[in-house]
């Protein structure tokens, strides 16, 4: 049976950040890489752009073949883990061979869910995670004079503005009462869905859809208030679930996702998860948390690969916190940290419709909790790190709260000086 | 992996003038707004400053936070490129930078970051008080790193040397198509002329008088050039031989204009013999024939100033350097280089004295940094084209205190032996800025023969006998 002492099922940013912490401190340990897509290493966070038609996808690739001959690892896309014995340490793919490895990473992100929606099962629609569903997306976009778009997440807002921009008119379905929930509060949600409403966006906020039916050349949304909503193309965005299928009948622990430790490693020794598949520690509360966003994934990979090589520099996983960088229509919305204010926190918050301004700070026993701002710049890696060290600002409280990034910089930059 | 180039911020320099950030809007935006600049230079509520600029990491975390590969680290200049016609401006690179390195420029509606312009920094031209510096260090791992050292191993010179530093890393650049004069000093006492018939290099070598230091190496140099062969005529001398009895012939190997490069190794006395005095020991220093006692007090006379009488001989090229500073004394090497091609070249470096100087060895370059520091040495070279020019400021000095403290030959010093040196130092800062002020009154240096704009010697056609 084929031998590998590194084996990283995943080929995305968490398996990535793996790899590249696993080579810079062993360079000749075998290494494998597995990816269900047939393509080069690409980001799922590109794929709005793919379908808009800005991105290339052919010069988008997050590595080239050389870079895997060069870090003296091999790279097996088009196959799919099925099956792990972790006894014995084997892995099984869907082509039906097998690989033993010394060191497992499963870095198999996260799917989309897909509502049970009565009727949703006989009619087509479209989910976009994968470069094969954006082409698939792109292709329909001439054809589409109306799209649905269900869910006002991330990538619900990212592919609605996309389908709006390649000429469709599109009505954005979400069941709470705000677009974006969990990363922005209701009033910074409503000066983002204006820029929406502006650009012809329809959106539909507390609409909770209770059946599809197929219609004449395309689909008619059933929502509970009575009303309905037809298109030519539905786009799922109802949210995303870990790919945790070929972990059934084995002792590792998962609970929505693949629970891990402080260094990424889950209930089995030798095997370790990063990435959305991952249900880690919270920076906020007790309970671990999925954190389905890119730079969690680099950060838990690399401690995933630090962890794996035995790298002694190797610093636990301090929590999850949310991130999020969001750009539309030209504006730009940034939010760090977590916006639900503990009790006796302090929340300043500013805001000017008119230039669509907005800026929110939760400071918790005079450290940063979280910062909300849209089209007023601050640095959001500098604002990570003030959260993750917890850094005490009483001292320069009223300076911060005026000038958030000119502050955050003198501090940042006296400290990493 | 190799070196790379790098802008440095030094606070204490800083004036928070802001002409760095509008040099960088001016040549990257098109604009005056120091909002549209790539740095930031920020003051503390304690008027300190602190700089806000990519620092182009070894290991960037925004290429890892970048999902559309717009980011990379060009792996031969170290600069992390972006790429516009990939970035899909989702802002996720400025979640990975700790540093606020890479940030969203709002009127250009993308991010923006540090690019050093391709190796001639904007921010660092216009930086008048040289808070900011484009650090070239890099080119001597780099080139000089690969290059073989010429010396064997095992020289049995004192513990902490700078002249083998020196020695060594002179020859490795010089190459080995050289002969080498080692004149009686620490550089054959340590064993580069060699022992028992074998040499100390890996190049021809020998071990002329102190008096005939330059005439002989001349002739080896004419003899070599009449057969057709390219040698560097080098000489690593000590600063007695070249000042003392040795400086009649170097006068006049000088003013004959020898193509050969003549570099002396300056430890301010006879350090190999026993550390006696010579013309270039300081005023007030103690050595073996200038004992500290009830009726000597260390030296009496001032130091000879060498490199200046060179200046005087007109040389091809004449320079100060200091193993302090070494992206400097690696410039100043090349150009001496170039320089002995078609000229007498002369290139004085300053070598602290663990062991005659009474320091301990540790603190070498230390010692060798504060001398330069506090002025006690002045950075500079000339060509007859270009003039003299100070290589380092000599505006704002550190305390001489805080060099003379270091070295046990000034443990005995006086308040009034110490305001003499300091008498001494400002009459040597006003007669390099005379002659330097002299060079500014003329045409600027790009203009002039024999200087390309970036101040390199461009070296003249080699003559052929
Ligand atoms: C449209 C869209 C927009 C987004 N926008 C943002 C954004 O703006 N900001 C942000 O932070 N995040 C965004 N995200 C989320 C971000 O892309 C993810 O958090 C990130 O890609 C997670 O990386 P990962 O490596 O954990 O998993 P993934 O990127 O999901 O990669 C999973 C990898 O595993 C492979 N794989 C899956 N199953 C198997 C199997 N059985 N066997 C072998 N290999 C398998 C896949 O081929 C893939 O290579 C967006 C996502 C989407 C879909």
């Known amino acids: 049976m084929e031998q590998t002492h590194y084996l990283i099922a995943g080929a995305s940013h968490a398996a990535l950040a793996a790899m590249h912490a696993i080579r810079l401190v062993d360079a000749d340990g075998s290494l494998t890489v597995i990816g269900r897509d047939r393509e080069l290493p690409y980001s799922p966070t590109l794929l709005p752009y793919v379908v808009s038609g800005r991105t290339d996808p052919q010069r988008a690739f997050l590595r080239d073949h050389e870079y895997f001959t060069r870090a003296r690892a091999a790279y097996r896309c088009g196959h799919a883990l099925v099956r792990i014995d972790p006894a014995n340490r084997v892995a099984e793919l869907d082509d039906g061979s097998r690989l033993r490895f010394d060191k497992l990473l499963l870095a198999t992100g996260a799917r989309p869910v897909i509502p049970p929606i009565p009727g949703l099962d006989a009619v087509p629609y479209h989910v976009l995670r994968t470069l094969e569903d954006a082409l698939r997306l792109r292709a329909q976009l001439p054809q589409t004079r109306r799209a649905i778009v269900l869910g006002a997440g991330l990538v619900g807002m990212h592919a609605a503005e996309n389908l709006s921009k390649g000429g469709a008119r599109v009505t954005i379905v979400e069941q709470q009462q705000q677009v974006l929930p969990g990363y922005f509060d209701a009033q910074a949600a409503r000066i983002i869905a204006r820029a929406f409403e502006r650009a012809d966006v329809t959106i539909r906020t507390g609409a909770r859809a209770l059946a599809i039916e197929a219609a004449a050349g395309g689909v008619t949304l059933r929502l509970a208030d009575g009303s309905a909503v037809s298109g030519d193309l539905l786009l799922i965005s109802a949210g995303v679930t870990p790919v945790i299928d070929f972990l059934a009948d084995t002792p590792i622990q998962c609970d929505r996702g693949v629970v891990v430790d402080a260094t990424m490693q889950t209930s089995v020794e030798r095997i370790w998860a990063a990435g959305d598949v991952a249900q880690a520690a919270s920076f906020y509360g007790a309970h671990p948390v999925l954190n389905g966003i890119l730079p969690n994934a680099v950060e838990q990979g690399r401690i995933a690969g630090m962890a794996m090589a035995g790298d002694r520099a190797l610093e636990g996983f301090r929590g999850a916190v949310p991130l999020n960088t969001y750009s539309y229509y030209g504006q730009h919305a940034v939010s760090v940290g977590s916006g639900a204010a503990p009790p006796g926190a302090e929340v300043v918050e500013s805001s000017d419709a008119e230039s669509a301004r907005y800026l929110k700070i939760i400071l918790d026993e005079g450290r940063l909790h979280g910062i909300f701002a849209i089209n007023t710049p601050i640095d959001p890696g500098v604002m990570w790190q003030m959260v993750r060290r917890r850094l005490d600002l009483s001292a320069v409280r009223d300076r911060f709260l005026a000038q958030p990034r000119t502050m955050g910089r003198l501090l940042m930059s006296s400290l990493l000086r | ?465």
């Open chain 2, 1 to 465: 992996m190799p070196a790379y180039n790098t802008i440095a911020f030094h606070a204490d320099r800083c004036d928070g003038c802001g002409k760095c950030m509008i040099a960088c809007a001016q040549a990257k935006s098109a604009s005056d707004s120091p909002r549209r600049a790539r740095l930031e230079v920020l003051a503390d509520d304690a008027g300190r400053f602190e700089l806000t600029m990519c620092r182009q990491c070894a290991d960037p975390e925004c290429v890892q936070s970048c999902p559309a590969a717009a980011l990379a680290k060009n792996a031969a200049t170290g600069v992390i490129e972006w790429d516009h016609d990939k970035c899909i401006d989702c802002l996720l690179c400025t979640v990975g930078c700790s540093f606020a390195g890479i940030a969203l420029d709002e009127a250009a509606g993308h991010v923006v970051k540090c690019d050093q312009c391709g190796g001639d920094p904007a921010c660092v031209r216009a930086c008048k008080p040289g808070a900011l510096e484009y650090l070239t260090m890099a080119r001597i791992y780099d080139e000089a790193g690969s290059l073989e050292d010429l010396f064997v191993q095992g020289l049995s010179a004192c513990q902490g040397c700078n002249t083998e530093l020196i020695m060594r890393h002179t020859l490795r650049r010089v190459g080995p198509d050289t002969v080498v004069a080692a004149p009686p000093g620490c550089v054959p006492g340590m064993g580069a002329v060699g022992y028992n018939g074998l040499t100390g290099t890996k190049v021809p070598v020998f071990h002329p008088l102190l008096t005939n230091t330059a005439p002989m190496l001349a002739g080896l140099k004419r003899v070599y050039k009449r057969k057709g062969r390219q040698v560097t005529a080098l000489a690593l001398a000590g600063d007695g031989g070249a000042a003392d009895v040795g400086f009649q012939s170097l006068s006049g190997a000088a003013e004959r204009g020898e193509e050969i490069l003549f570099l002396v190794i300056d430890n301010e006395g006879y350090m190999n013999t026993g550390m006696q005095r010579s013309s270039c020991t300081p005023y007030g220093a103690w050595t073996t024939t200038t004992p500290v006692g009830r009726e000597s007090h260390g030296k009496s006379q001032d130091a000879k100033n060498l490199p200046l009488l060179m200046v005087g001989h007109r040389c091809a090229y004449v320079a100060t350097a200091s193993t302090a500073f070494m992206a400097d004394f690696y410039l100043k090497l090349d150009r001496a280089l170039q320089a002995s091609k078609t000229g007498f070249a002369y290139l004085h470096v300053y070598s602290p004295c663990t062991t005659g100087w009474r320091f301990p060895s540790k603190k070498n370059i230390e010692v060798a940094r504060k001398a330069v520091e506090s002025n006690f040495v002045l950075l500079w070279e000339y060509t007859p084209a270009a003039g003299l020019r100070l290589t380092r400021s000599v505006d704002d000095p550190v305390p001489l205190s805080e060099y003379l403290v270091a070295l046990g030959k000034y443990r005995h010093l006086t308040p009034e032996q110490v305001a003499h040196l300091e008498q001494h130092i400002a009459e040597n800062v006003a007669a390099i800025k005379r002659h330097a002020l002299a060079e500014a009154a003329a045409p600027p240096a790009s203009t002039r023969p024999g200087i390309s704009s970036a101040g390199a010697l461009q070296g003249p056609p080699a003559s052929q006998a």
